[in-house]
């Protein structure tokens, strides 16, 4: 039994960090295996070989797969369909149990698949074994759901001459999409809020980080029956062939930008379909004038670096009450400029690089536009080989810029100071997203007024271990507003699963006497 990690965590057991170490070393020093597609229990290797280096180390290849021809989806779909026949008729207790042994497997392997995540996405030993630990217990939470709620099967009000049952059931195959920053524990949570269901699945990693999510998929696949779980590995066009298809619901982690254009698409025949989508967000910590401003310090700069910002939740914008922003401002920068940027394989490092040229480019523009319109207080590209930046924190940019308004997906913060606490919520919910949001202040006047007004689905108050981060399954629930999801109720919670079941009403006559 692995010692518990979550995303709060600053600290690891001993033995825990050392076998991170050597499996971390291992895994650069040997060349990886080129991943396979899983198709009807069967391993394909169709279509050329794509590689991924490590973000830390950008000359050590980490992981390699092969990108699928845009037909092999068809199969896919084909052999998820056939497996569903039996998978759906499955009692609950045997398809939990059989997610139970996948779960069990996930544990007993923490250190060398949180070596596999860091190595693709340069992730820190707590956030890779926190993810790992996450995707377990995502697997124990929604087969606890669906055991304590008998199925989704709910007896009616009974007549004399009728009985009736209200009941879920699964829709048939889901099409699974998966991005590169939790591709482990978030390609879990989907794959099983759909399996659990009773549905079969498709899934397609991203292309960035192809190892990570075939490990778990992998582990899926052979805890549960041929077919069941399904795994296509490519990029954007393979995602096209996913959405085109007649697949019967889809689930997707990623961009509003290709979110929405997924919600928008309907099946070939012109039906809709169920897209549960989680997408991302542009995430406020609010700081009233009566704040613990060391503790409001401490949950910001943990939120807007952790992962290097590349977190749906990451705190993105801090708005200020002008009173104590000043005093905010410089603890901040302190906090930021004292973390440590490094390797995954050095215990002290809090923050690694960003995964790619793509958000490194992305960031090298925002800082321009930056310097341009406001004032960088600190944060810059570093000198090394990849894509390394120190903590970036801004502030000064006029109300309403676009480095306040759109999502970045990097370790940069904004800072905009209000004249009211009021003012201060205004401007938080001036964006388009809705996904997490953070308070900080003394006053419970002000804490009932920001729970009254913010428009998002994951809140937390006075938090010093995050402000915006730290989701855990069956803890919090994890539900975009607005432009962040389309479903209404978010991965980790309550609601969750029963997005992949519809209903059917069952009247029964009873025969006359
Ligand atoms: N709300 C949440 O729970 C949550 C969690 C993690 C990440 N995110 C968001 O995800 C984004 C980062 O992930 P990303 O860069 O991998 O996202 P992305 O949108 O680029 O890709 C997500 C997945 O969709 C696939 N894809 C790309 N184009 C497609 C298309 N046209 N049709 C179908 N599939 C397509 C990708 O290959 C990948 O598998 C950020 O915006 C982040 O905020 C949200
Ligand atoms: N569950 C994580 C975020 C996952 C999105 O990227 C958190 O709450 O910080």
């Not at 020093?29 to 009807?40: N, S």
Request: hydrophobic share 45%.
């Amino acid at each position: 039994m692995t010692a518990k990690v979550d995303y709060t965590s600053t600290a690891l057991p001993d033995d825990l960090g050392a076998a991170f170490e050597s499996a971390l070393r291992r895994l650069r020093a040997e060349k990886p295996p080129v991943e396979e597609h899983i198709i009807g229990g069967a391993r394909r290797s169709d279509g050329i070989v794509f590689e991924r280096f490590d973000p830390c180390h950008p000359g050590v290849r980490v992981s390699a797969a092969h990108a699928a021809p845009v037909a092999l989806v068809t199969t896919a779909i084909e052999q998820a369909r056939i497996a569903y026949r039996a998978w759906r008729r499955a009692t609950v207790e045997e398809r939990c149990n059989s997610l139970l042994k996948a779960a069990d497997r996930i544990n007993s392997d923490v250190a060398e698949l949180s070596a596999i995540l860091s190595a693709e996405t340069g992730k820190t030993r707590l956030e890779a074994i926190g993810e790992v630990q996450e995707a377990a217990d995502i697997i124990k939470h929604y087969t606890r759901l669906m055991t304590e709620n008998d199925g989704y099967n709910h007896t009616m009000k009974q007549s004399p001459t009728e009985d009736t049952y209200d009941v879920l059931v699964p829709y048939g195959v889901f099409g699974v999409l998966a991005p590169f920053n939790f591709p482990f524990a978030l390609a879990t949570g989907m794959m099983v809020g759909a399996l659990v269901a009773g549905n079969t699945v498709v899934c397609k990693p991203s292309d960035k980080t192809p190892r990570s999510t075939a490990a778990v998929a992998a582990i899926l696949a052979d805890a549960l029956p041929a077919g069941v779980v399904n795994l296509v590995h490519g990029g954007a066009d393979i995602g096209r062939a996913i959405v085109g298809s007649d697949i019967d619901g889809i689930a997707f982690t990623g961009s509003a930008e290709i979110g929405w254009q997924i919600v928008a698409a309907t099946t070939p025949k012109g039906l809709p379909r169920p897209v549960l989508a989680e997408m991302g967000g542009q995430n406020p910590a609010v700081v009233g004038a009566s704040a613990d401003l060391d503790a409001a310090a401490s949950g910001i700069v943990r939120s807007a670096f952790g992962l290097s910002g590349q977190k749906c939740s990451a705190c993105r914008r801090v708005v200020v009450v002008r009173e104590v922003a000043d005093k905010l401002i410089s603890k901040i920068v302190e906090k930021a400029e004292a973390l440590t940027i490094g390797d995954p394989i050095d215990e002290a490092t809090f923050m690694g690089p960003v995964i790619d040229d793509s958000i490194g480019a992305r960031i090298d523009e925002a800082l321009k536009l930056a310097a341009a319109d406001g004032q960088v207080l600190t944060g810059e590209r570093l000198d090394r080989e990849g894509n390394w930046f120190s903590p970036i924190v801004v502030s000064n940019l006029p109300v309403g810029h676009t480095l306040t308004r759109d999502e970045l997906f990097a370790p940069f913060l904004t800072i905009t100071e209000v004249d009211t606490f009021q003012d201060a919520l205004d401007e938080a919910n001036d964006v388009p997203y809705g996904l997490s949001a953070g308070v900080f202040s003394g006053d419970q006047a002000e804490v009932d007024q920001f729970v009254d007004q913010i428009e998002a689905g994951v809140i937390y108050i006075n938090r010093a271990a995050g402000a915006t981060t730290g989701a855990w399954p069956g803890v919090q629930s994890f539900c975009g507003w607005k432009r962040s999801g389309s479903a209404g109720k978010g991965g980790l919670g309550h609601w969750y699963i029963q997005g992949f079941m519809r209903e059917q009403s069952r009247t029964i006559a009873k025969p006359a006497s």
